[in-house]
């Protein structure tokens, strides 16, 4: 089996990842979500909720919501859950992008370059949107958006970047170039 050409798609809050995620779903490439990853691992993963018993109560166990909230209020404790997940969500992503027997993978990694977990993969694909927008979407997002690398950073070191400030046919389109131009190397 041919190793696919393994992809990270990133980008800022609400700039339309999971959308990109679906259209590259749709035109072919196999798509996993980080997100999904975590998700699956608080549920699911002993190790992981015995941590999470261990340092905040059997309330938090499995419960995203007080998760939340206890780490979003607490950079030392979001450090110390990141420390936890990251690396359990990065094995996680190498062990599926190494049954995909398609010719493009892609994982949707929200925090990819703040992780520095861009060297794992061959192309980056960075979606961007004008903060106004991105705000109309999510609501406010400051307090998260203070801690990642600005998206004109990111811009400069991904492969491939599409502004999505239009419709979902235009970022069809962007997509469906990307895995054109993936597919043929």
Same mark, same amino acid.
């Not at 998700?39 to 699911?44: D, G, K, P, S, T």
């Not at 909720?49 to 059997?58: K, L, N, P, T, V």
């Given at each position: 089996?041919?190793?696919? %050409?393994?992809?990270?798609?990133? !980008?800022?809050?609400?700039? !339309? ?11 072919? *490439? ?26 905040? !109560?059997?309330?938090? %166990? ?29 094995? =996680?992503?190498?062990?599926?992008? *190494? ?7 892609? %994982? ?34 400051? *307090?998260?958006? *203070? ?7 990111? %811009? ?16 069809? =389109?962007?997509?469906? !170039? ?8």
């Amino acid at each position: 089996m041919k190793r696919p %050409v393994a992809v990270a798609l990133t !980008g800022g809050i609400a700039a !339309g990842k999971s959308e990109a995620l679906a259209a590259f779903a749709r035109h072919g *490439a196999a798509t996993a979500s980080s997100d999904e990853i975590v998700h699956r691992l608080l549920a699911e993963d002993e190790e992981v909720r015995g941590a999470i018993r261990a340092r905040w !109560g059997e309330d938090a %166990v499995g419960n995203r919501q007080r998760i939340g909230e206890i780490v979003f209020a607490d950079p030392p404790e979001l450090e110390w859950l990141e420390q936890l997940l990251h690396p359990r969500t990065r094995a =996680a992503a190498d062990q599926w992008i *190494a049954t995909v027997d398609r010719p493009v993978a892609v %994982v949707e990694i929200p925090l990819l370059y703040e992780t520095g977990g861009e060297d794992r993969f061959d192309e980056v694909v960075v979606i961007t949107a004008p903060e106004e927008l991105r705000r109309q979407r999510r609501g406010e997002f400051a *307090a998260r958006q *203070a801690r990642l690398i600005p998206d004109a950073e990111k %811009v400069a070191r991904a492969d491939f970047s599409y502004v999505n400030d239009g419709s979902l046919e235009d970022l069809d =389109a962007f997509v469906a !170039g990307v895995v054109e131009n993936l597919s043929s190397s």
